[in-house]
């Protein structure tokens, strides 16, 4: 596995792995059970997790506890990470703009494409065009991308923060005594 092989032994100790939401990466070790498993299977579950239940409860209302406890559920790229000391850091869903990585990657695309201008090329000079260009990536490549993603979390905070500022404007007041009197149900009202 590329992870183990290549990733975990050359990077420092105790370093943060940021990754998207790529199916590879989530896939779930320990998975809580849905509706198309029997019974049996999600009350195996629960045994395995020591969860308290009670067996003889429907199907739906085993299914409920196991939502309730659905952070027990784990990721195996975690596991694999934990225990060579490292953490891992999930993006948001369809926030790649936070990944400085993309910025490398666009990079590295772009100058294989630059190189690989004839179609007749075989995959070993493709492969060794790739390699140049990931080896032409310098530290100050890196830093770069990483400014330029802590810009991006600084606009996506400011808007944040803006929302919210607006959002704390608009209060809703139920039974407002200032509502009309001919009103028979409980009055919405915007300050």
């Known amino acids: 596995m590329w992870l183990e092989e290549q990733l975990l032994p050359n990077i420092k100790k105790e370093s943060l792995i940021i ?3 790529a199916p590879y990466h989530s896939k ?3 998975k809580v059970p849905t509706s198309s498993k029997r019974k049996a299977q999600i009350i195996g579950w629960l045994v395995l997790n020591n969860i308290d239940h009670d067996p003889s409860v429907t199907k739906l209302e ?16 975690d596991e694999i990470t934990a225990h060579y000391g490292h953490k ?7 926030h790649c703009i936070f990944n400085p990585i993309e910025l490398i990657w666009a990079q590295v695309k772009t100058e294989i494409n630059k190189r ?5 090329q075989s995959l070993k000079i493709v492969e060794k065009i790739t390699k140049e260009a990931v080896d ?3 530290p100050q490549h890196w830093q770069n991308a990483m400014e330029h993603v802590k810009r991006i979390e600084e606009v996506y905070r400011a808007k944040d923060s803006a929302f919210d500022k607006l959002l704390d404007e ?3 007041h139920l039974n407002d005594s200032t509502t009309d009197d001919s009103s028979d149900g409980d009055a919405l009202t915007l300050d």
């Open 88 to 94: 891992v850091f999930r993006l948001p869903p369809y």
């Open 170 to 172: 608009f209060v809703f």
């Open 136 to 138: 032409h990536v310098t």
């Open 19 to 21: 990754i998207n939401n």
């Open 116 to 120: 690989n201008s004839n179609s007749d």
């Open 28 to 30: 779930i070790i320990n």
């Open 62 to 77: 085993l299914l409920m506890i196991c939502q309730r406890h659905k952070e027990i559920q784990t990721y195996e790229i």
